[in-house]
C-alpha cells in the first residue's frame, strides 16, 4: 500500500550570504579537484617513488609488510590505469591510486593475518566500484497519482540526469537501448552534458551529440542546462545541442500537447535566491495544470513547492556516487548537505526526485561508485478522482526495476 503524504522536516534556508556555491568555480570540492589535478601530471617515476614512501612510513621499513603493501598500492594504480585501455572510464589514475594508499594504509598496522585479508578485499572492492557497479544502469519506477489529469489517464516519464560523457561506452550504449524497450511517452533532461575533464574535447562533444540523436520519445525530449561550470555557456545549448530534436528550456515552461501537463525549464545557478525570482515569473497565479519543474540542483525545493509546482526533476549530486549502509552519501553537492542527497521527497505539496546521475565527476575526482549505481527514472503519473486524498511514497533512495 502507498504511504500516506508526508513533509520534511528541515526548514529553509537563506543562501544569500553564503561564500561558497556547488556547481561553480572557487567551491571547496573544486579546490580539491585542483589540487588532484596536480597529483595527476606528476611523472611515473615521481609517484611510484610517493607511493614507495607512503608504504615505508606507515610499515616502519618492516621489509615483508612494506613489500606486501606497496604490491597492494601498484595493483590499484594498475587497475586504474587500465580502465581507458578497456573504454570503461578516462580519468587519471593517480590520485584515485593515492587516495586508496591512503585509505589502505592504517591496515598495516595490524598483525599480517588480518592485513592481508583486508588488504584482498580492498582489490575487490576496487575492482566492484571502479569496474562494474558504474558501468550498469539501473531503473527506478515511480508513480504519482494527481487529480490534475483527465479520468484513466497514464503519462509515462523518462527522467535521465547528468551523463557526465568522456566517451561513448557500453554504459552509454545501455542509455540509448533502454530509453527505446521503456517506451516513455516523454523524455525530460536535468542537465550536466560532458564531463568536467572533456567539455573542451571535440570527440566528446560529437558523442554526445551522437548519443542525444538516438534518444526520442514520441511527446519529445526536454531538457534544460546543468552546472555553471560544466554545461558552460557557449557549449549548451549551442553548439552542443545544434540540429538535435532535444528542446533546451531557459527560463520558460511549454504545455504539453492537451494532456494537462506543463514543464517548467529553469537555469541553475546554484544560488536560490537568484533563481527563486525567475521561477516566480514563469508561475501565474491561476490553478496550474499538472507541472513539472526541471531544474538541475534539489536546492530551490521550497520555492516550487510555495508555487503550487508538483514535481521537481533535479540531479546533480549523483547521490554521492560513494555511499555507506546506514549512512547514505559520504559528500553530496548540495546546500542542504545530505538533507536531498538522493531519491524522492516530499516538500508540502511538491515532490522532488534526486537522481543519482549516468556518469560520473570529472577532473581528478575517482571514476567509482559504490552502493550508488547509475540510475534513470521512470514515472507513471496517473490520474485520480478529485475526492480522493492524495498519497506519495515516503523518501527513499530508490533501486533497480
Known amino acids: 500500500m502507498t504511504p500516506v503524504l508526508s513533509s520534511r522536516p528541515m526548514p529553509r534556508k537563506d543562501f544569500s550570504h553564503a561564500n561558497y556555491f556547488p556547481g561553480t568555480t572557487g567551491n571547496p570540492f573544486d579546490v580539491v579537484l585542483h589540487v588532484l589535478d596536480r597529483i595527476a601530471r606528476l611523472s611515473d617515476a615521481a609517484f611510484a617513488a610517493l607511493l614507495i614512501l607512503i608504504s615505508l612510513l606507515i610499515t616502519r621499513g618492516d621489509a615483508t609488510t612494506t613489500v606486501i603493501q606497496l604490491t597492494f598500492f601498484l ?171 532535444w528542446r533546451f528550456l531557459k527560463d520558460e515552461k511549454i504545455e504539453i500537447g492537451d494532456l494537462g501537463l506543463e514543464i517548467v525549464g529553469l537555469v541553475c545557478s546554484h544560488k536560490p535566491f537568484i533563481d527563486s525570482p525567475k521561477l516566480q515569473s514563469l508561475i501565474s497565479n491561476y490553478q496550474l495544470p499538472f507541472t513539472i519543474l526541471l531544474y538541475h540542483s534539489p536546492d530551490l525545493i521550497y520555492e516550487p513547492s510555495d508555487a503550487g509546482i508538483d514535481l521537481q526533476l533535479s540531479g546533480h549530486t549523483h547521490g554521492g556516487q560513494v555511499r555507506l549502509p546506514f549512512f547514505g552519501a559520504l559528500f553530496s553537492g548540495s546546500l542542504y548537505g545530505k538533507e536531498f542527497e538522493a531519491g524522492r521527497y516530499q516538500v508540502g505539496g511538491s515532490t522532488l526526485y534526486v537522481s543519482r546521475g549516468i556518469g560520473m565527476e570529472g577532473a581528478g575526482a575517482p571514476r567509482v561508485r559504490f552502493l550508488c549505481p547509475p540510475e534513470i527514472i521512470l514515472w507513471e503519473i496517473t490520474a485520480q478522482q478529485n475526492s480522493q486524498t492524495a498519497t506519495y511514497p515516503l523518501h527513499s533512495v530508490g533501486g533497480a526495476g
Open 75 to 245: 595493483g590499484d594504480w594498475i587497475l586504474l590505469d587500465l580502465l581507458p585501455r578497456f573504454n570503461k572510464s578516462f580519468g587519471p589514475a593517480k590520485p584515485p591510486a593515492l587516495m586508496l594508499a591512503i585509505l589502505r594504509s592504517p591496515f598495516a598496522l595490524l598483525p599480517l593475518t588480518f592485513n592481508l585479508p583486508l588488504q584482498i578485499i580492498g582489490t575487490l572492492l576496487v575492482v566492484y566500484g571502479f569496474w562494474i557497479e558504474p558501468h550498469t544502469i539501473h531503473v527506478t519506477h515511480q508513480t504519482l497519482r494527481t487529480p490534475k489529469l483527465k479520468p484513466d489517464q497514464t503519462i509515462r516519464i523518462l527522467h535521465l540526469g547528468d551523463i557526465h560523457l568522456e566517451r561513448i561506452t557500453n554504459r552509454e550504449k545501455q542509455l540509448i537501448e533502454l530509453c527505446r524497450s521503456l517506451k516513455p511517452d516523454l523524455i525530460l533532461y536535468s542537465g550536466d552534458f560532458l564531463n568536467l575533464s572533456y567539455l573542451n574535447d571535440p570527440i566528446a562533444q560529437e558523442q554526445v551529440r551522437e548519443v542525444i540523436a538516438q534518444i526520442d520519445a514520441p511527446l519529445g525530449v526536454y531538457c534544460v542546462g546543468g552546472s555553471p561550470a560544466v554545461d558552460l555557456e557557449d557549449l549548451v545549448p549551442s553548439p552542443l545541442l545544434d540540429g538535435a530534436h
